[in-house]
């Protein structure tokens, strides 16, 4: 009988025995291949992790013992064990998200899905729970190995070796790999103790050992296995590393051998002070297919075949922005010997991957360790080199002081190339790219540029790396790359002119991939009698001089942005313009300074406001509004009213 449907909660657990614990795992995997084939989402990561979240759940007690995940797309199975087996809306509106949300349960407790961040939150929780009298409660932080190669993770360690008066269990999910193999000192330091033959021998010999033995040994096992864990860290060095900050070390243990990680975790609950678990896990377990995957082991898929893994519909023929950005940087790399490529711990999301093969001694992956990416970049600048630094939006955020002081300060030429820039639709608040522009632009001397289609990405990556004394950022969105708009003009600052009308009403900056919505936008109140000009400034920082001189010639400017509004590029024009005395109003559109949850990028960008109808909308709305005279010869009085274009725009759609 299936146990699945009647796990409601984590204390349904208890009354399984063993067998039917592992039965459960095997349900857990069944569900989620079947479920996230049809939605998309992250697949590997999730049955890999599979025997240790059930364990987790038998040992503890969530939510008193809140459990932390790091980079939360390793949840699913923590969601299914807390009474959430709706996958059906995974990530989309109205669905399960893919990372923990606090809206959805008293079981999610931190919602950012950035690694490396999970041992200070347990670090500053299982402080507030000793302090304020709760000391019987635990907390349980389960990290990746990918995420031991950032910062924080140790600057949290040395804090938490600090105070061992508290019941603080971090548990290791090793599985070597973060997107890709991890790299670095530590995942080679990792590694020896994954593969170390002496620790798989005895550890598999002394288990199966204590097994025959039956019920009456367990307890004579928990001593030995003590004394064999210290045997097997002193063999391997491991117990050493975390010695030295004073945490007690347990592992490494079968993670999906579920007696040895239930025995392991109840003896990391009754110690009484910080202790390390640490798990050995195999991403993809018990799906060939993502075994079969060399590349991330189906880290995070699209809708595919339950069976064969592979992906449903066929591709678009149109290549993604990341695959512009991957061929057009290996021209650059054929071009000039200086330029090399890195990323934190991304190398094939982020498009390197090619320049990796072409050039295999110019790319630096450096782990989850953007601040460090960004630094080192600037040293690299220093002896010569122009460093390409690779980076989703969304967590070049980690990295802003370095940007700002290390290559800003120092005029260092170093380009950062932002993918997933803007709004990225179903992983959600954390992943949405919406504060680049508006942080970025806070750098002195820095250039940014928005490409609004492929071929811009390629002239516009070029133009960066041609900088040698300041920082400069090309960014772009997730998914296809829009299709090519071509410019009627381009002016002598480089800005193209999309849209050009006699009657200059309206001006319409449209930034990046906006430029299509902004050429629409012309178009429907050309049919109102409202004449509009569009230009992409493909460099939206600094403010380019024909802007200035574009906005004084019109009666109204227009800037439209999927990034944040508040401080944005609209911000930044309106500023430019008051400064040079160009009193023109100015409308920024983008989307507001809010947290947005997973939904489509369609979705969230029409809720934005931020469709041709709504824009073009209320323009007209303002123009009648203000009584500001439009095209020549027609009187406002012979513009529709606001209801009549509303029907006029739905017969269009």
């Known amino acids: 009988m299936p146990l699945l449907p009647s796990i409601k909660g984590p ?27 049809r939605t998309g989402g992250h697949l590997g990561p999730n049955l890999g992790i599979v025997e240790l979240t059930i364990a987790i759940h038998r040992v503890f007690d969530s939510p008193d013992d809140p459990i932390v995940f790091d980079t939360g797309h390793q949840s699913y199975v923590h969601k299914l064990l807390t009474g959430r087996q709706d996958f059906s809306q995974l990530r989309a509106r109205g669905g399960l998200a893919g990372y923990p949300q606090r809206s959805e349960s008293p079981h999610d407790v931190v919602e950012s899905s950035h690694a490396s961040s999970s041992l200070s939150w347990a670090d500053g929780i299982s402080r507030a729970l000793t302090r304020t009298g709760r000391r019987d409660r635990h907390v349980v932080a389960v990290v990746g190995d990918g995420a031991l190669t950032g910062g924080m993770t140790w600057e949290a360690l040395n804090n938490i070796s600090d105070d061992n008066d508290r019941n603080l269990v971090i548990v290791v999910n090793d599985n070597g790999r973060s997107y890709a193999p991890t790299i670095g000192g530590m995942a080679r330091y990792l590694n020896r103790v994954r593969t170390a033959e002496a620790y798989r021998n005895l550890h598999r010999n002394s288990d199966n050992l204590f097994r025959r033995l039956g019920p009456a040994a367990r307890a004579v096992y928990r001593g030995v296995r003590g004394g064999t864990h210290g045997f097997l860290s002193r063999f391997t060095n491991n117990a050493a590393l975390y010695s030295n900050l004073d945490i007690k070390y347990l592992g490494p243990v079968d993670g999906h051998d579920l007696p040895s990680l239930i025995e392991t975790l109840e003896l990391a609950k009754q110690y009484g002070a910080p202790v390390i678990v640490h798990a050995i896990t195999e991403k ?71 320049f990796a093969q072409r050039f295999p001694d110019r790319v630096y992956d450096v782990g989850i360790a953007e601040q460090h990416a960004v630094a080192a970049a600037a040293g690299l600048a220093y002896g010569g080199l122009h460093p390409v630094v690779a980076i989703y939006a969304t967590f070049m955020n980690r990295a802003f002081d370095q940007v700002l002081m290390d290559v800003a300060l120092h005029r260092a030429g170093v380009t950062f190339v932002l993918d997933r820039a803007g709004v990225t639709g179903p992983d959600g608040p954390s992943h949405h790219g919406i504060w680049d522009l508006a942080m970025l632009q806070l750098v002195p001397h820095i250039r940014i540029a928005v490409p609004r289609d492929g071929e811009r990405l390629r002239e516009e990556l070029r133009e ?34 999309l849209v050009r009308s006699e009657a200059q009403d309206v001006l319409i900056v449209g930034i990046g991939p906006m430029a299509h919505v902004a050429v629409d936008v012309a178009g429907r109140l050309r049919a109102q009698g409202i004449g509009a000009t569009v230009v992409d400034p493909r460099w939206v920082i600094p403010v380019q001089p024909s802007i200035l001189e574009l906005a004084a010639a019109h009666r109204l400017v227009i800037t439209i942005e999927d990034g944040i509004r508040v401080g944005g590029i609209g911000t930044r024009v309106r500023q430019v313009l008051r400064e040079a005395g160009i009193d023109t109003a100015v409308d ?58 509303a029907r006029a725009d739905d017969d269009r759609r």
């Open 464 to 497: 960066a790396v041609a900088v040698t004394d300041a920082p400069t950022v090309v960014r772009y969105p997730k998914g296809t790359a829009a299709p090519e708009l071509p410019a009627i003009e381009r002016l002598s600052d480089g800005v193209d002119v």
């Open 11 to 37: 204390r349904d657990l208890d009354a399984l025995s063993v067998r039917e614990l592992e039965q459960l795992a095997a349900e857990v995997r069944a569900f989620l291949i079947e479920n996230v084939a």
């Open 588 to 645: 920024e559109l983008g989307v507001p300074d809010e947290f947005i949850d997973h939904a489509s990028r369609e979705q969230i960008l029409a809720d934005a406001g931020l469709t041709p109808a709504k824009i073009a909308h209320d323009v007209v709305a303002q123009v009648l509004g203000t009584r500001v005279p439009v095209a020549r010869g027609a009187a406002t009085s012979e513009l529709p009213t606001l209801r009549a274009f």
């Open 284 to 354: 993809g377990r018990g799906y060939q297919p993502a075994l079969d995957d060399e590349a991330d082991q189906f880290h995070a898929v699209g809708k595919i075949d339950p069976v064969t893994g592979r992906t449903v519909g066929v591709k678009a023929a149109a290549d993604d922005w990341t695959d512009v950005f991957a061929d057009e940087l290996v021209r650059v790399g054929e071009a000039r010997d200086d330029v090399i490529a890195m990323t934190a711990a991304m190398l094939r999301p982020t498009g390197l991957l090619p």
